[in-house]
Nanobody, 128 residues
């Protein structure tokens, strides 16, 4: 069964760092456009970062630019979200997603509401 499994969430103090992992099974991530999204309580889902295969196109939300970095490890069939300089407003459930590689990163992040694959979500809480 094809699926995405996330790990790495947790509680961190403001200014701290976390790395989320999203590992695919049953399909190959490197030929898919992938992304990270988040949803805070009472708010709509927000795109964080997306990338097409071989990073030919990429998208990073203004709210995380310069602090969050998404990257792939094709050997491990895994995509990561490195989050530095975390702030309380980054508190949310974070989801990874993937769909066909013909999608641009911008499309997946901004105008494609139902990617084929979703992770189960990872809670990130930033609090002192």
């Amino acid at each position: 069964q094809a699926q995405l499994v996330e790990s790495g969430g947790g509680l961190v103090q403001p200014g701290g760092s976390l790395r989320l992992s999203c590992t695919a099974s049953g399909f190959t991530l490197d030929i898919n456009t992938i992304g990270w999204f988040r949803q805070a309580p009472g708010k709509e889902r927000e795109a964080v970062s997306c990338a097409s295969p071989s990073d030919l196109s990429s998208y990073v939300a203004d709210s995380v630019k310069g602090r969050f970095t998404m990257y792939r490890d094709n050997v491990r069939n895994t995509v990561y979200l490195q989050m530095n300089g975390l702030q309380p407003e980054d508190t949310a459930v974070y989801y990874c997603a993937a769909d066909r590689g013909s999608l641009t990163a911008h499309t997946l992040c901004t105008s494609f509401p139902s990617p084929r694959y979703w992770g189960q979500g990872a809670q990130v809480t930033v609090s002192s």
